[in-house]
């Protein structure tokens, strides 16, 4: 069960109020910028470089 860990907001969120043991936060966090970039390596090499250099990668502008 992930527990809606969806990014590092919701897990300090959930520590802040005492729902989330304080030793899992770190690991938490860690697990969670390297999914995140992996995700972000795999878009990339689906959508080609130019998404990213002219596109933005679809980043609000």
Do not use: E
Request: overall charge positive; proline content about 5%.
């Amino acid at each position: 069960m992930s527990g809606a860990h969806i990014n590092p907001a919701v897990t300090i969120a959930l520590w802040s109020i005492g729902k989330f043991p304080t030793k899992d936060v770190g690991p938490y966090i860690v697990a969670q910028l390297i999914r995140v970039t992996l995700a972000s390596l795999s878009f990339l090499a689906c959508a080609c470089l130019n998404a990213a250099l002219i596109g933005g990668l679809g980043a609000t502008a």
